[in-house]
């Protein structure tokens, strides 16, 4: 006696994934942005600042991971606000 097993995928795990993989992309993409364009942003001004000395690197660290606490959480912000504003 033989048994077939056929294997069916759960819709609402479907679902689920695919939320999640929405979310995580939106996710990678407001931190990707954050990094690029805070990290450039901060890097130009921290040159015009100081130039190219021993305490550069020091100082543009620190100006970016402050940047990045008022740009992420406000990038978030937005993209929540565009994604129940514009109709899908």
């Known amino acids: 006696?033989?048994?077939i097993c056929v294997y069916k995928t759960?819709?609402?795990?479907?679902?689920l994934v695919s939320a999640m993989s929405?979310?995580?992309?939106?996710?990678?993409l407001v931190t990707a942005m954050?990094?690029?364009v805070g990290g450039a942003f901060t890097g130009v001004?921290?040159?015009s600042n100081i130039g190219f000395s021993d305490a550069f690197t020091r100082q543009w660290a620190l100006s970016f991971v402050q940047a990045v606490c008022v740009i992420f959480p406000t990038s978030v912000a937005v993209?929540?606000?565009m994604n129940n504003t514009i109709p899908r």
């Open 1 to 3: 006696m033989f048994v």
């Open 45 to 47: 001004m921290t040159y």
């Open 22 to 28: 929405k979310t995580l992309k939106k996710i990678l």
């Open 10 to 15: 759960n819709p609402f795990r479907q679902i």
């Open 79 to 81: 993209m929540w606000a």
């Open 34 to 36: 954050v990094t690029l």
